[in-house]
Nanobody, 124 residues
Framework: QVQVVESGGGLVQNGGSLTVSCAAS????????MGWYRQAPGKQRELVAS???????VYADSVQGRFTISRDNAKNTVALQMNDLKPEDTAVYYC??????????????????WGQGTQVTVSS
């Protein structure tokens, strides 16, 4: 199994900064992509930023230029640095990891794992 655990959410004022972090662990063989999604009350979960291994980083238009995603491939971690936060950024932020996990010697299976979410609240 693959576990994904987020940390670092909290309350911040309008215009402030916050970093959320995430670590994936377990029987990971390789990770194809790690990213962040968010879900505000009454809304669908949406992509915030995604960083494929060896691919092009993608940001939602609403966070472009304010948020920065970074990965440590050796540690299977991903972080999201959020600057100039706005009240509309308030949401539960979820980490996602996609890749291959080892079942047994020579046998692998794909995984798509989510963390439990961390609350980010921006006060006006």
């Amino acid at each position: 199994q693959v576990q994904v655990v987020e940390s670092g959410g909290g309350l911040v004022q309008n215009g402030g900064s916050l970093t959320v972090s995430c670590a994936a662990s377990g029987t990971i063989f390789s990770i194809n992509s790690m990213g962040w999604y968010r879900q505000a009350p009454g809304k669908q979960r949406e992509l915030v930023a995604s960083m494929p291994t060896g691919g092009t980083t993608v940001y939602a238009d609403s966070v472009q230029g304010r948020f920065t995603i970074s990965r440590d491939n050796a540690k299977n971690t991903v972080a999201l640095q959020m600057n100039d936060l706005k009240p509309e950024d308030t949401a539960v932020y979820y980490c996602n990891a996609v890749g291959l996990r080892t079942i047994t010697t020579g046998v692998r299976m794909s995984f798509n794992s989510w963390g439990q979410g961390t609350q980010v609240t921006v006060s006006s």
